[in-house]
């Protein structure tokens, strides 16, 4: 079993920065596929960007492509989503998730394991 959490969301003006992070519990952190989605209000939760276990490989929704990076500390099962150049329309709540995956990106990857989520808002 997996739990992650997730923490650095909050409120910030528009063209602003936050940093996201998603620390997981157990062994397989290393071995795990990490990704994080995000829901709007009213809207489908989508997938924004994920990273595979050597951080060789990464994917990125297009309309973050460029001001979000992901990445990940297998030594602290820890993963990071640093937003800059935040829009309103980037306002949602961000989820965690892990999928135990030694390969790369594929559409409509299901994962294994969720966070709760943590809310991002930008202002305009």
Not at 16 to 37: D, E, H, I, K, Y
Not at 48 to 57: D, K
Not at 96 to 109: F, M, R, S
């Amino acid at each position: 079993q997996v739990q992650l959490v997730e923490s650095g969301g909050g409120l910030v003006q528009a063209g602003g920065s936050l940093r996201l992070a998603c620390v997981a519990s157990g062994r397989t952190f290393s071995r795990s596929f990490m990704g994080w989605f995000r829901q709007a209000p009213g809207k489908e939760r989508e997938f924004v960007t994920g990273i595979n276990w050597s951080s060789l490989s990464t994917s990125y929704k297009d309309s973050v492509k460029g001001r979000f990076t992901i990445s990940r500390d297998n030594a602290k099962n820890t993963v990071y989503l640093q937003m800059n150049r935040l829009k309103p329309e980037d306002t949602a709540v961000y989820y965690c998730a892990a999928k135990i995956y030694d390969g790369t990106y594929y559409p409509n990857i299901n994962f294994d394991y969720w966070g709760q989520g943590t809310q991002v808002t930008v202002s305009s």
